[in-house]
């Protein structure tokens, strides 16, 4: 009898192995079990990759943005489609258009834009040192090279350095300002919109759209676009009063008005349009679509 396979202390021990990775593997493999995993993966692991199903998505596993592509497959894609489609019903989608995307991140939206065919080409510029190397292999994996050129800078008045400031925990909230006693100084070099393009041989003149997100820094990168803004270029950014202060927004909204009549704010459960100057400051944030 004890010769028996099945009856084997091997046997059993091989058979409850499989058992137990087949339970891990269900667990998981649901949202929560996802989200355990990532929040106790140790800081050994630097980064990782995901198949997103139509492409791969490399973050590192301590950053809040990768968490939640680890959890959900994606970070805000539907912000992109939706855009794309209000862009679309309101016919500012331009033929061989070129998307201008400053504060790329690690290329979550760089690479829904490009999979959207929306645009023939996509500019990124993104400074931080920790999201660039990310955002170069995302789009390198995904074979979108000749499709997206890539700027490891920050967009300024001038050329040269600013302070940044790194979040530990989101570098998604990574910015010029200073928004934690936590964040980490460093120096970052720094370019006028106007000679990022001049440098890369981009006419301003493809250009079908602006997509910013650079956690309050948008007036001075503003400033250094003015051409951009006098052709009253599509402009989406996250607006952000908390960052400007009363002052700074009332001036921040008297700028894009000299260029903009018409917005459209996009909040989660609907879209409103409205004046420019009547974009309200009692908001902490919220998403605008500058319409031309």
């Known amino acids: 009898m004890s010769g028996r396979p099945w009856l084997t202390t091997k046997y059993w021990k091989r058979r409850l192995r499989k058992a137990r990775n087949a339970a891990a593997s269900r667990f998981f493999n649901t949202r929560f079990g996802r989200r355990l ?16 199903g ?3 998505m490399t973050f590192s596993p301590s950053d809040y943005i990768g968490r939640k592509v680890f959890r959900k497959g994606h970070f805000e894609r539907e912000a992109v489609d939706r855009l794309i489609v209000i862009l679309r019903e309101r016919g500012l989608l331009r033929k061989d258009a070129t998307l201008l995307e400053i504060g790329g991140n690690i ?19 993104e400074p931080d040192p920790r999201n660039f190397p990310l955002l170069q292999r995302n789009i390198r994996q995904n074979r979108l090279e000749e499709k997206v050129r890539l700027v ?4 300024g008045e001038s050329e040269g350095e600013i302070d940044f400031f790194l979040n530990l ?5 990574s910015s010029a300002i200073r928004q934690s006693p936590k964040d980490k100084k460093i120096s970052v070099p720094v370019k006028p919109v106007s000679e990022i393009l001049a440098g890369l041989s981009v006419d301003p003149a493809s250009i079908g759209l602006v997509w910013m997100d650079i956690e309050g820094y948008e007036p001075v990168a503003c400033r250094s676009m003015q051409p951009l803004l006098e052709r009253r270029v599509p402009l989406y950014m996250e607006f952000t009063p908390l960052f400007y202060g009363p002052e700074g927004t009332k001036a921040f909204k008297n700028m894009l008005s000299g260029f ?7 909040f989660e459960d609907r879209d409103e349009e409205i004046k420019v100057r009547d974009l309200p400051g009692d908001f902490d944030q919220y998403n605008v679509l500058f319409l031309p």
Do not use: W
């Open 260 to 266: 903009y009549e018409d917005c459209l704010v996009i």
């Open 152 to 155: 490891n800078c920050a967009a």
């Open 169 to 173: 925990d989101n570098h998604g909230k």
């Open 107 to 125: 290329g979550t939206q760089t690479v829904y834009f490009a999979l959207s065919g929306a645009y023939t080409k996509i500019v990124s510029i």
């Open 37 to 52: 995993l990532i929040e106790n993966i140790g800081p050994r692991v630097i980064s990782m990759t995901v198949d997103a």
């Open 54 to 56: 139509d492409h791969l």
